[in-house]
Structures are given as C-alpha cells and as structure tokens.
C-alpha cells in the first residue's frame, strides 16, 4: 500500500553542522514531495517541497533532492541552527482525487548549541 | 501571510460525547482536509473534501466522522460518539491547486482529550 518510510527517527548535531534526512516512497505515480517543520504543539509547518520533474532544490540553508527512479528523496539542512530543532516530516502527494499526503514518520532533530 | 485556524486549540470531552472541531481554511483554497496525530505518532491523513463533498477517505474515517462546510468560511469535523482511542492532535488543511499539484498548508491543531 502507500508508505512512506523515513531515516533517521531522531539526530543530534552540533550547531553549524549539517543534517540530513532521508525518505523513501512506495507509489511511484506521486509526483509531489513536501517537508513539514514541526515545532513542539504547533501543526506542521511547509518548510519546502519538490516535484518530480526536478532532481534538486534549495532555499537558503536547505536544500531537497529526489531520484524518482530510485524513489528516494532527502532534506539538507546546512549551518544547523538551534532554531531548526523540531521534528521533520517528509511527505509524498498520492494521487488520488485531490491528493491527500502520505506522511513519514518524523525525524527529530536537536540542535546542540 | 494567509493562515488556516482552528479552534478550539484544546478539548477535552467524555466518551460517547459528541464534539465539533472547527477549522477556517485559507480564503481562496477549495481542497479542504482532516488529518489527525496520535501522540508521538505520524500524521494520517482522514478525509479530503471538495465542491461540498468527500473526495477521498480513510479507514480511519468511520460512520462515526463527519464533516460540513456550513458556510462560506468553516470546515468542520464530528465525531458523533466520541472513543477514548480519538484522543489525538486533529489538523485541517486546505490548498490550492498550483501547476498541478496541491500545495496543502496546516493549521495549529485542536488537542482532542477522551476521558
């Protein structure tokens, strides 16, 4: 069925490092991956996405690669800060009637100061 | 920046009550959605509604879940008898179809508590 499966499910790293975390997907007609921040009691906030028919994007400190053979895409988060602690979700777009998205189950990351 | 809003942010209800959870979705999104979040869990998708009604739902989403756009602005979600095992984090999101995909954005939350 539809999954999507996500590493690690927690990471600690030293602020200024990088972090990354990875996703998998199971439906290979999804052709819209997001990333949600989630901050401790607030809902998850769209941090960046990307589409199939790219193979990277970045946005300041982060970027977001996809291999759409391999099914495999992935968050980079470069100069960690410890604001970017929170828990990570990657997220792949099933395509049924409206989309509705498959979550991963969550990375949370903690940034040392 | 345009936000969806939910409220109320916590409620705690009795098993076998009714509640209502309501949600103002982005004023010109038409693709409303239910998700929920057990504790320490992923968040799973329930329902998604258009056009005045269901598009897709969830296992999840039994005869117990209900949801209704009353007016022009609100997005509700009812669960008619509540169980303890509802207990859960529930979070609307809308979107808006952007070159293809729906780009969805959250709102903040409504903790639900069965006791």
């Known amino acids: 069925g539809e999954n999507v499966e996500q590493h690690p499910s927690t990471l600690s790293v030293q602020e200024g490092d990088s972090a990354v975390i990875k996703c998998t997907y199971s439906?290979?007609?999804?052709?819209?991956f997001p990333w949600y921040k989630q901050e401790l009691g607030k809902g998850p906030q769209l941090i960046i996405d990307i589409r199939s028919n790219v193979g990277e994007k970045k946005d300041q400190r982060i970027a977001v690669t996809l291999n759409k053979t391999a099914k495999h895409f992935s968050l980079h988060i470069t100069e960690t800060q410890p604001e970017d602690s929170a828990v990570y979700f990657c997220a792949a777009e099933m395509k049924t009637s409206y989309d509705k998205v498959i979550f991963g189950p969550g990375t949370s990351l903690s940034v040392i100061p | 920046e345009p936000e969806v809003t939910q409220t109320p942010s916590h409620q705690v209800t009795q098993m076998g009550q009714e509640v209502i959870l309501r949600c103002v979705p982005i004023s010109n999104h038409l693709y409303f959605y239910w998700y929920r979040q057990i504790l320490g869990q992923k968040v799973e998708f329930l329902v998604s509604f258009y056009n005045n009604e269901i598009s897709e739902k969830s296992e999840i989403f039994d005869d117990q879940f209900s949801v209704e756009r009353p007016d022009g602005s609100n997005f509700t979600l009812k669960i008619r008898s509540t169980k303890l095992e509802d207990s859960a984090m529930y979070f609307c999101?809308?979107?808006?179809?952007?070159?293809?995909?729906?780009?969805?954005?959250f709102g903040p939350g409504t903790r639900l508590t069965v006791t």
């Open positions: 439906d290979s007609a999804s052709n819209y």
């Open positions: 999101a809308s979107s808006v179809n952007r070159g293809g995909v729906y780009v969805q954005y």
